[in-house]
């Protein structure tokens, strides 16, 4: 069996703490749906006296009466493989004569390492991602088959060679076809995978935390070029404290190995976004090159343009299913990118702050109403929402209409502000999703004046 955990799995083993005095300890590793890995660990109390208890060591990783915790790192040894678990943290521990501890590991790294760290900074960190494919575009597998009289032969050409790298804020980035595949000489062939990749590395180690802080910007683009709710798919890292460990004992050169993240391992088994909604990206890697992936990841460095970023994208991503929280969340990312196009820090009326970012991506509805209009609308429900004394509460079609349009408003922020083409942005709101958010005011009559009040003028017919 694979050294890896997957939901269902329930591995007995042995644990180490690094510390060589003392007896061995066992555990349970184990899968849960939401944090990922846990550590089942049984101890016994200390006897009154008894300084040399098989579980004094551990009974204190227990402790609710001081600041006593889990060792930061531990190493799991079964029959599978070595697991080794970073970043520790007290997950409970039941009461009573025979005691059960819990272990919530944040990170876990499915190798053994060359020495015994509290904290593991390595090379190379890279994860996929849903839609980093169709945002790629990358062809690494073609073939080609010629008929003839006796049949056909096809020719399967394999060239992962198709990248494009940039670096920024400390790191190096790349975007990276991949292959993977397995056959058999005269018996059979089998494509396992060819999802690209998204590759960090810093040449003086990071965490795999940091590391991930520093791709989040890429899914943060992904989720606003899709409109749609994406996931971290898997994570591996690369560094010469996890070489390939040969059964001589030998150690070569490092090569990536499977990591599980606390914070992303629920994403793992979200189900797949459909095919045909990830086919037409509203931009593509072709269309920001080097210069462009490099522009956007400083942009998001600078924590007022992250914060403008981040609502919109948990928006995107499903936070909420209620319209409420999804218009004020919104309303919020707006106001954010409002004072970041100002640039001035100085503090406006939060229609004004949505005002500029209608203005700078040049998004005109007329048939809705005014930018000043459209944007004191959003702003007004947004405050009709905070404040319960107001009287003024909007109607289900308005508040849907609010949220579909402010999420338009939102995507269409990259275009100028990565100075891509015009042409462009003209597509983005030729699509779908554009014109669906219009048609919801559109259809059933809505209009908004100057003053972002509500103006009813009757249904549009559905061959209108």
């Not at 994208?313 to 954010?336: K, W």
């Amino acid at each position: 069996m694979t050294n890896e955990l997957a939901p269902g799995d329930v591995r007995v083993g042995h644990i180490s703490d690094g510390i060589e005095e003392g007896p061995v300890q066992s555990g349970t590793l184990t899968f849960d749906e939401e944090g990922g890995a846990q550590l089942l660990v049984a101890y016994l109390r200390d006897e009154l006296g008894d300084e040399a208890s098989q579980f004094a060591r551990t009974s204190t990783w227990f402790r609710f009466t001081d600041d006593s915790k889990p060792p930061a790192t531990l190493l799991f040894f079964d029959s599978r493989g070595i697991v080794t678990l970073v970043d520790n943290r007290l997950g409970g521990a039941s009461l009573g004569s025979y005691p059960l501890g819990r272990i919530r590991p944040q990170v876990l790294i499915f190798q053994r390492p060359r020495t015994f760290k509290e904290e593991y900074r390595v090379r190379d960190f890279k994860s996929t991602i849903d839609g980093l494919e169709a945002f790629a575009g990358f062809r690494p597998i073609s073939f080609e088959t010629v008929h003839s009289e006796g049949g056909y032969r096809t020719t399967i050409a394999i060239e992962p060679s198709e990248r494009v790298e940039w670096e920024a804020c400390g790191f190096q980035y790349v975007i990276r076809a991949n292959v993977a595949w397995t056959g058999q000489e005269g018996r059979s062939f089998e494509l396992v995978d060819s999802q690209p990749y998204v590759q960090t590395t810093n040449e003086a180690g990071a965490t795999p935390h940091d590391h991930l802080a520093a791709q989040w910007s890429v899914r943060a683009l992904l989720t606003l070029i899709s409109g749609i709710k994406l996931a971290w798919r898997s994570h591996q890292l690369r560094d010469d404290e996890f070489p390939m460990w040969m059964l001589s004992g030998d150690a070569h050169d490092p090569h990536f190995v499977d990591v599980q993240l606390a914070g992303t391992v629920e994403q793992h088994r979200w189900p797949k976004p459909e095919t045909a909604s990830l086919q037409s990206p509203s931009v593509r890697l072709a269309d920001l090159g080097s210069g462009g992936m490099q522009k956007w990841v400083e942009l998001y460095a600078d924590e007022v343009f992250e914060r403008a970023v981040q609502p919109a994208v948990e928006v995107i991503n499903g936070a909420t299913s209620f319209l409420e929280p999804q218009l004020m969340m919104l309303a919020i990312s707006l106001d954010r990118f409002g004072h970041f196009r100002h640039g001035d820090g100085r503090r406006r009326a939060m229609w004004k702050n949505i005002e500029k970012c209608l203005i700078d991506a040049q998004l005109d509805w007329p048939e809705i109403g005014s930018r000043r209009g459209i944007a004191m609308a959003i702003s007004n429900i947004n405050n009709d929402l905070k404040h319960p004394d107001r009287e003024q509460y909007p109607e289900t079609t308005e508040l849907a209409g609010a949220v579909y349009l402010s999420k338009i408003i939102v995507r269409a922020q990259l275009f100028d502000l990565l100075g891509l083409p015009d042409t462009l942005r003209q597509e983005f709101l030729r699509s779908n999703d554009a014109r669906n958010a219009v048609d919801v005011f559109v259809r059933h009559g809505l209009r908004v004046d100057d003053e972002g009040t509500r103006v009813v003028t009757g249904p549009v017919g559905l061959d209108s």
